[in-house]
């Protein structure tokens, strides 16, 4: 079992920044992907970055890429996601997660790769 626990969301203006953060616990491998997904009211649950374990590539999705950037730190067992100009469009709850086993490259945007889930991070993008 591996467990996240989510933090640093919350109200930022448009154009502002955030850092979400992540503590993992539990073995991870280092075959293991991490990623971040975000889910609006009504919308379903879309990726918007990942990382493997190990360090290495890092994936992103279109809407992201550019202006925000996946991060881990083996030794404090942290994930971090930094947000930069931050748009209205970026407004969900953003979720932390654990692949379940060692998806290729191709397959770590996919909500089907990961099994462990935090209880995710409200993130508000408005004026």
């Known amino acids: 079992q591996v467990q996240s626990v989510e933090s640093g969301g919350g109200l930022v203006q448009p154009g502002g920044s955030l850092r979400l953060a992540c503590a993992v616990s539990?073995?991870?491998?280092?075959?293991?992907?991490m990623a971040w997904f975000r889910q609006a009211p009504g919308k379903e649950r879309d990726f918007v970055a990942a990382?493997?374990?190990?360090?290495?590539?890092?994936v992103y999705a279109d809407s992201v890429k550019g202006r925000f950037a996946i991060s881990r730190d083996k030794a404090k067992s942290m994930v971090y996601l930094q947000m930069n100009s931050l748009k209205p469009e970026d407004t969900a709850v953003y979720y932390c997660?654990?692949?379940?086993?060692?998806?290729?490259?191709?397959?770590?945007?996919?909500?089907?790769?990961?099994?462990?889930w935090g209880q995710g991070t409200q993130v508000t993008v408005s004026s």
């Open positions: 990382i493997r374990w190990s360090g290495g590539p890092t």
């Open positions: 539990g073995d991870i491998h280092n075959s293991r992907a």
């Open positions: 997660t654990t692949s379940g086993g060692s998806p290729i490259l191709s397959t770590m945007r996919n909500l089907s790769s990961y099994r462990y």
